[in-house]
């Protein structure tokens, strides 16, 4: 620990982990020594909470008399938050109108911190079959193969109540075990298994590890096509990062994403990272907190949430895919994983590395004003070339009826069917049909809770809402008209391409790769090995096959619809498909074989069509940067949306002229609305939404914070800021 101040004496400030409260003032009791970012458990009512010394300056509040302070309880045996990562949480809490208590629940991931050291006791099941056998019982000996967890985490797995683990448990199919939290870590090593790189390679690498020697800020955008060896690159990066026995923080935009890479990782560095992410059991959260914040671990591979975990030494930061639009966090704390990763960086005083294929407008931009570096990668490795796309246009090239798929794609498929090619077929949309239809009177069957169709998943005979999460089973008869036989799907999801696929090749081998079928690394390491086996033969998938994967004997990719990226034309809208149909096609012809792409589309003749057709990745940024300016769309401006939502919808429609009514009126800065938010009704509350649009120049937060503390509204209405916001 590099701390040269004395311990706080007397009088702490203390931030509570909770949201309601402000931070209030402790007496330190003479024995206890604390520091600023010390973890601790104070006294609140009659209750015990935890949360962390802060510096007082950071948050003024009124003092009270030293002899009502209350003394704190305790003192948590682990390292104090240090000053970098205290300002970075300050910065988010006021940047994203959040409060300091929501970032830090991040940084102390819900209890990690404060768990003791007792082992957890976990379960596994064991081979015994019950006698008695309920469908919740075979589903959860199905979904539990191979699985270790506390009971708890055993039924969310396998969808099943605790009731049902526990019966399992008295049945004798479960087998316990103590997992220790504090398990020894293996170090990686610099130079397990070295790769030659090509002299592009070497170039970029090496500015990297200069980076990370010289230990200053600096945000790199590593720019470089699928294929080319990014990951190499930053490797090399991470290498030196280890042997001047730092810190590495690798992001990747899906959980699906960390198990590819911790084995391509162990190829390189001879054993795996520490992964942080969602789908963590309990034990492996609590020991991997504690080993990244002594500084046992070395490299930490994860999603956005480890961004905020308190790392004893980093010395780099890499964010994979950086473009991806999944590191927008929509829930809870609002903000963006690859913005907040570079104010990590300004505060830790180290190099960045933002890594993608298409990089965002938005780094692109930063790049042009100076604040970030470019290094590019502009060719594949080796041999492999990148694919030739081409368009398929849906008004000559016509499906037949009841088909998705153009002839010229179909032949397509056949013929590498019979060559013992891989290919893929990409729709961004989960389930059989995005949309369930009576023919009788027109009724579409809606959420309950939302403005969205039910989709209609077939391989569990149900209806969801992709929203909320609200299920129902497959009606017979319209809910409306009561007509039997008359619902329709409408529209092509996964499920149903693939049925197509399996209608047209008997003989293939198909696989559905979508959340719903990837909800795990452990599962997304199948859908790896089968590939990799060549036990599958054609993929239908989601944005999630579009990204990481490298899969040689994959050569033809079948994009089904070009268009529906381009609806709702939000600002984001043509970058995004751009994007998604530049990420799909690198799937394809990654090694010695070369690879071919269709592009299903209605519109061949639009701007994005045309640039991926042509390869000409840099004219449609152009572009597309140009029409931001002209819109003084960011990164021109500034935005950030104001979302007013109730149960009652007159009680949010009030507030939200309320706000709006009392906005400031400044030069450079406009509020528009309020207007009904894009999805009207979200999980019951109806949803209302202001827009606030700034120049570059104008001080959005201190405007808005000034502007929004002086305001109240109802108890049951929320009043939630998106800053930068990605759906309006
Ligand atoms: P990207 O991250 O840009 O998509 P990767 O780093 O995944 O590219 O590289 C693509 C493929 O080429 C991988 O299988 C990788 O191992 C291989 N590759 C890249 N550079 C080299 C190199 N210098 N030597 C050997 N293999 C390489
Ligand atoms: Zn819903």
């Known amino acids: 620990m590099n701390r040269v101040d004395a311990p706080i004496r007397n009088r702490v400030r203390v931030v509570l982990l909770n949201a309601a409260l402000g931070p209030l003032d402790y007496r330190v009791p003479e024995d206890m020594d604390v520091f600023h970012g010390s973890i601790v458990m104070a006294p609140l009512g009659p209750r015990k909470m935890p949360g962390v010394v802060w510096d007082a300056d950071s948050f003024p509040v009124d003092e009270i008399d030293a002899k009502k302070l209350r003394p704190l309880l305790e003192l948590r045996e682990v390292p104090p938050l240090s000053a970098p990562l205290r300002k970075l949480i300050e910065w988010v809490a006021r940047y994203y109108f959040a409060s300091p208590a929501s970032v830090l629940r991040m940084v102390l991931s819900s209890g990690a911190a404060f768990a003791d050291n007792r082992p957890i006791t976990e379960y596994r099941l064991n081979g015994n079959i019950p006698k008695r056998m309920t469908p919740q019982r075979e589903q959860a000996l ?122 391509r990782f162990k190829a390189r560095f001879g054993t795996e990272p520490i ?93 042009e004003q100076g604040n970030y570096e470019l290094l590019e990668l502009p060719a594949r490795f080796g041999a492999a070339t990148l694919p030739e796309i081409e368009a398929l246009d849906l008004t000559q090239d016509i499906p037949e009826r009841g088909s998705w798929l153009a002839p010229t794609l179909i032949n397509a498929l056949e013929e590498n069917l019979a060559k013992g090619e891989q290919s893929l077929l990409f729709l961004n949309r989960r389930g059989f049909a995005p949309l369930t239809l009576c023919r009788t009177c027109g009724h579409r069957i809606n959420c309950p809770n939302c403005t969205a169709w039910m989709v209609e998943h077939r391989l569990t005979k149900r209806l969801a809402c992709h929203h909320c999460g609200h299920v129902m089973p497959q009606p017979e008869k319209c809910p409306e008209c009561g007509d039997e036989d008359s619902l329709v799907a409408c529209g092509p999801g996964v499920e149903r391409i693939c049925d197509e696929v399996q209608m047209l090749f008997p003989q293939a081998r198909t696989a559905i790769v979508t ?115 002209a819109a003084a769309a960011p990164p021109f401006s500034r935005l950030a949306a104001i979302i007013i939502s109730s149960e009652d919808n007159a009680e949010a429609i009030e507030t939200a002229r309320l706000i709006g009514q009392t906005a400031p009126k400044l030069d450079g800065f406009a509020v528009y609305g309020p207007a009904p938010a894009p999805l009207a009704m979200l999980r019951g509350r109806h949803r209302h939404r202001l827009l606030v649009h700034a120049h570059r120049s104008v001080e959005l937060q201190a405007i808005m914070h000034q502007w929004l503390e002086k305001l109240e509204w109802p108890r049951a209405v929320r009043v939630g800021v998106d800053v930068d916001p990605y759906s309006f």
């Not at 990686?188 to 990297?208: H, N, W, Y």
């Open 515 to 629: 959340s719903d079928t990837i909800w795990s690394p452990a599962k997304a390491g199948e859908f790896v090995a089968q590939m990799e086996a060549g036990a599958i033969d054609i993929v239908v998938g989601t944005q999630l096959v579009t990204k990481g994967y490298h899969f040689p004997n994959l050569t033809l990719v079948g994009v089904v619809d070009a268009d529906i990226g381009l609806e709702g034309g939000d600002l984001r809208a043509a970058e995004r498909s751009f994007q998604q149909i530049a990420q799909v096609a690198g799937r394809a012809g990654r090694a010695d074989k070369p690879g071919h792409v269709y592009v299903q589309t209605r519109m061949p003749s639009a701007p994005v069509i045309q640039a991926l057709i042509k390869g000409d990745r840099d004219g449609f940024y152009n572009a597309e940067t140009e029409s931001r300016r």
């Open 142 to 263: 199905e979904k539990l193969a191979g699985v270790q967890g506390t009971i708890s985490e055993l039924a969310f797995k396998a969808d099943v109540s605790i009731a049902v683990m526990r019966g399992l448990e008295k049945a004798g199919a479960l087998d316990s075990s103590q997992a220790s939290p504090f398990a020894d870590i293996t170090r990686p090593d610099p130079d397990f298994a070295k790769v030659d790189l090509s002299d592009d390679q070497k170039q970029v690498s090496e500015k990297l590890v200069h980076a990370v020697q010289d230990s200053v800020f600096q945000p790199y955008l590593l720019d470089g096509v699928t294929g080319s060896g990014k990951t190499e690159v930053y490797f090399e990066a991470v290498a030196e990062a280890l042997r001047q026995d730092k810190q590495t923080l690798v992001l990747l935009p899906e959980i699906a994403l960390t198990e590819p890479f911790l084995d």
């Open 275 to 367: 992964a942080w992410h969602s789908g963590l059991k309990q034990s492996d959260r609590k020991r991997n907190w504690h080993a990244l914040a002594d500084g046992d671990a070395r490299v930490i591979v994860g999603a956005r949430s480890a961004l905020f975990l308190p790392y004893k030494n980093l010395g780099l930061i890499i964010v994979d895919e950086a473009h991806e639009v999944s590191f927008k966090q929509e829930d809870g704390v609002r903000y963006h994983a690859r913005d907040v990763a570079v104010m990590r960086g300004l505060h830790e005083k180290i190099p960045i590395v933002l890594a993608s294929a298409t990089p965002a407008i938005e780094s692109r931009h930063q790049v």
